[in-house]
Nanobody, 126 residues
Framework: QVQLVESGGGSVQAGGSLRLSCAAS????????MAWFRQAPGKEREGVAA????????YYTDAVKGRFTVSQDNARNTLFLQMNSLKPEDTATYYC???????????????????WGQGTQVTVYS
């Protein structure tokens, strides 16, 4: 059974940094893509960043470009999201997602991902 477990969320002042981790277990092959999504209260879940299984391709939503960095440690099956220069509008629950089956769709499409974590809360206060 595949499990994705996020950690690293918390409360931070605007301008600060957080590093999210997503530990994957129960999957014997490499995922095609792994991604971070976020959902703020009253808003739809949106893609934040994604990386290919080999880590050679990365994507970011415009709102976080230059501030967030997605990376992975394949040896430990862990996905990371380094978040710098955080803003109050970054406040949301952040979810890790993984694509285990080859399919089409854009990296920010929820339907592309087979597995989801439970989420970790990030709160940025001014």
């Amino acid at each position: 059974q595949v499990q994705l477990v996020e950690s690293g969320g918390g409360s931070v002042q605007a301008g600060g940094s957080l590093r999210l981790s997503c530990a994957a277990s129960g999957y014997t092959r490499s995922f095609y893509y792994m991604a971070w999504f976020r959902q703020a209260p009253g808003k739809e879940r949106e893609g934040v960043a994604a990386t290919s299984g080999f880590g050679d391709i990365t994507y970011y939503t415009d709102a976080v470009k230059g501030r967030f960095t997605v990376s992975q440690d394949n040896a430990r099956n862990t996905l990371f999201l380094q978040m710098n220069s955080l803003k109050p509008e970054d406040t949301a629950t952040y979810y890790c997602a993984a694509q285990g089956a080859l399919s089409g769709g854009s990296w920010w499409s929820l339907a592309k991902y087979n597995y989801w974590g439970q989420g970790t809360q990030v709160t940025v206060y001014s």
